[in-house]
């Protein structure tokens, strides 16, 4: 089985929710035409290894689940809000591409 399974609220704890619906909705795409999950790259964190074959899918799932639910719950276009700042922006690409 596996030690993690990829949570919507593991990248909540740092980023908003709503602002990474927008990003992902809006970015999501390109990161997905990187095919990372085709790539045999391993990221070790103490005696745990995740590989991107493996997770890369289920972290697409969670964050386009994310997307799915806002868009049914939220009384606000995913499109329009406010866009992530320069700052956040980084920070979304940093906790994806780790």
Request: aromatic share 10%; glycine share 4%.
């Amino acid at each position: 089985g596996l030690k993690y399974v990829p949570s919507i609220n593991e990248f909540t704890k740092v980023l908003d929710k709503a602002k990474l619906a927008t990003f992902w909705q809006k970015h999501g795409k390109t990161f997905k035409d990187l095919k990372l999950e085709d790539k045999d790259k391993v990221v070790f964190v103490g005696n745990d290894e995740a590989s991107y074959k493996k997770y890369i899918p289920m972290v697409y799932k969670v964050l386009d689940d994310n997307v799915v639910e806002l868009a049914k719950t939220s009384t606000v276009s995913l499109e329009a809000p406010t866009t992530p700042t320069p700052a956040e922006d980084v920070e979304i690409k940093t906790v994806i591409s780790n």
